[in-house]
């Protein structure tokens, strides 16, 4: 079934004709019928089929529940309760089967042989007529034999996974009817063959053709084919269309506030609004120009043939991009052009005297790149939107993301984005504000709260860099788009929001003793300690379940091949390194003291924020891995923060 333009479907019907002989044998054979009509539903609710399991040739007992007019997707759920939604084409009856392996079992020899005597053509030899029975058998042989060491092949590397999984007991059902998923894939073309066979109307070398068809291209060609899958976003996150568009006005909204509040003398939240500046004070195209030498100075580093390069995870289609690895490279050049600034004595405060503009200059150059991003996308093939990004409306999509890895040649916009230009911007504006602390207040060194915000937000960003290979499994290059959320959060909220705790002690200063400075310190650690081994146990049984060094860590199997971890930190909480994030962010708040709470807005936030990402991995998860992750759930009950949520 080939669905075309206008909702028409084209059924291509091979039969015989009405005409026969008294034996009830066709006279005249004839193909290729087409009849047009109207696309129907095939199969009803509740019903129970047989749905192939999708990038495979594995079909499973399914039940139908839910059809979708418009996309003519039917939804099924497994036996394991994972949902999807399938093409018709993709599903067949129980019967089906049945009758394929009730047809197979009852044809005696016998049968067959009375069925090829009555129709063998009378003008062929005997000899010639037992030769060519005999090739067929062969021939049928050999097919069987085909089918079934790929299917043994297929199976092997879910048998190994679900093997090294100790206690859990693994679902054996969906290999019940695995021997003849291949036949059924191939059962037109077979079903035209055995009439050929039986009435001799061909050649042959022609029917010699036919079998090598079968035996080293027909099957493998089956084993590789991957269908599509509709890639509609149909369930809206943030707030939605409305929830979207306050967002894009909000976020700019907030970075201006709490600038212009820590700018105050008394910043208190509740001064508000804050005095604001004159709009003309805002622009400047001389700070503009600075941010775009920065911005085209990190995409030069990236551009280097320097470090190695990897390959990301799969995509929906079966590729896999291909991402240089040189963001520490990166950063060492960017730490050898801010030290030859200095050394020529360059004013790098001059960041914090046009702090707002710099904000702002981002800002603008981020609106400009979504734009970019958008148009672009509409032009993208789809099996390369974001899936969380191709609802179909302009403000939800242009927000979200609709392009999933958008490129200029081999240069991947969203993942330079990712670290490059906000996250070195972060540790650059930090030294600037380091550097305008003492200019201001006559200091010779930093204070210890100054030195101690550097130290710690300089760590988190070479480890970031050094482990630049482990962002490449992460939720916003594998399912989110780049669009204006990623955009404005990777050049403005990152370096503008992330660094205020610098900035807040520049007008601020805030004195803390040795003892209160070691103590935090150690705070730091621990979840400095708990963020990167989290992180590196789950990166690497990503790249490779099977590497030796990870034998001792149990995961639970799930029907899609992946494993869910149940020891290790990932049997502690089910997100080890959001706990570890935010201890880690509670130190970097510490040392500005507790007179305002302003310092401590990335706290506040960064909960928030990992609470909403959790839910969204929460729900991604449950449709994804349906019952394995119920059960997961139940041997790891606590999200992030132990015995409390």
């Known amino acids: 079934m080939t669905g075309l333009g206008g909702g028409l479907v084209l059924h291509y019907r091979r039969g015989w004709g009405k005409s026969s002989s008294r034996h009830g044998y066709p006279k005249e054979p004839f193909f290729g019928n087409c009849i047009w009509k109207m696309p129907s539903r095939r199969f009803a609710d509740g019903e129970v089929v047989m749905g192939r399991w999708p990038g495979s040739v594995l079909y499973y007992e399914v039940q139908v529940t839910g059809y979708n007019d418009v996309s003519h997707l039917y939804t099924v759920k497994y036996k394991d309760g994972t949902e999807l939604a399938l093409k018709e084409s993709d599903i067949k009856t129980q019967s089906s089967f049945k009758h394929r392996k009730s047809q197979s079992s009852s044809s005696s020899p016998s049968r067959r042989s009375s069925s090829r005597s009555r129709s063998r053509s009378p003008g062929r030899p005997a000899k010639g007529r037992r030769r060519s029975s005999s090739q067929s058998r062969e021939s049928k042989d050999e097919k069987k034999k085909t089918i079934q060491e790929t299917n043994l092949a297929l199976l092997k590397s879910g048998e190994n996974n679900t093997r090294r999984y100790n206690g859990e007991p693994d679902s054996t059902e969906r ?178 005297d046009h702090f707002m503009q710099f904000a702002v200059s981002a800002a603008a150059f981020s609106l400009v790149l979504s734009i970019y991003l958008y148009i672009r996308s509409l032009k993208a093939p789809e099996e390369e939107l974001a899936p969380g990004g191709n609802s179909g409306y302009f403000v939800y999509d242009f927000f979200t993301g609709h392009e999933l890895n958008p490129r200029i040649g081999s240069f991947d916009l969203k993942y330079f984005c990712e670290l490059r230009p906000g996250l070195i911007g972060w540790v650059v504006i930090n030294l600037a504000m380091l550097l305008a602390e003492m200019k201001i207040h006559n200091l010779s060194v930093p204070s210890l709260s100054m030195i101690l915000v550097n130290s710690f937000q300089l760590l988190y960003v070479v480890d970031a860099l050094w482990n630049e290979e482990a962002i490449l499994t992460t939720m916003d290059i594998t399912h989110d788009g780049f669009g204006f959320m990623l955009a404005f959060g990777d050049l403005v909220w990152v370096p503008f929001v992330y660094s205020l705790q ?128 119920e059960r997961y759930c139940q041997r790891v009950p606590y999200r992030i923060f132990p015995y409390i949520y």
């Not at 500046?277 to 030069?300: C, H, I, K, M, Y």
């Not at 390069?309 to 520490?328: D, M, Q, T």
Request: glycine share 6%.
């Open 175 to 352: 290999n019940d009817t695995s021997c003849i998923i291949l036949e059924q894939k191939l059962k037109p073309d077979m079903e035209i063959e055995r009439v050929l066979e039986q009435y001799n109307l061909r050649p042959r070398k022609e029917e010699k053709k036919k079998e090598e068809m079968y035996s080293e291209k027909k099957i493998f060609e089956t084993i590789k084919t991957i269908e599509k899958p509709s890639r509609k976003t149909e369930e809206l996150e943030f707030g939605g269309r409305i929830g979207t568009f306050m967002l894009m006005f909000f976020l700019p909204a907030t970075v201006f506030y709490l600038l212009l509040i820590c700018k105050q003398d008394d910043p208190s939240l509740l001064n508000f609004p804050p005095p604001l500046p004159a709009l003309e004070s805002l622009w400047d195209p001389r700070v503009f120009g600075v941010f775009l030498l920065w911005f085209f100075l990190q995409a030069l580093f990236y551009l280097l043939p320097i470090g190695k390069v990897v390959e990301g995870l799969p995509l929906s289609n079966g590729r896999k991009l291909h991402y240089r690895i040189n963001g520490f490279y990166a950063f060492i050049l960017t730490a050898a052009a801010i030290g030859t600034l200095l050394y020529f004595e360059f004013e790098l405060h001059y960041l914090y």
């Open 502 to 629: 610098a900035f807040y002690l520049v007008g601020h200063p805030t004195a803390i003793s040795w003892p209160v400075a070691a103590a935090i310190t150690v705070l730091n650690g621990i979840g400095y300690y708990i963020f990167r081994s989290a992180n590196s146990q789950k990166n690497n049984f990503r790249r490779n379940p099977a590497d030796p060094k990870l034998a001792y860590l149990k995961f639970i199997p799930t029907a899609t091949g992946k494993g869910l971890l149940v020891t290790g930190w990932w049997g502690f909480v089910r997100h080890p390194n959001y706990l570890g994030d935010i201890i880690m962010a509670l130190a970097w708040s510490l040392p500005c003291g507790f007179n305002h709470i302003l310092p401590y807005f990335y706290v506040i936030y960064f909960i928030c924020l990992l609470v909403h990402r959790e839910a969204r991995d929460e729900h991604h998860c449950k449709q994804k891995y349906g019952l394995a992750w």
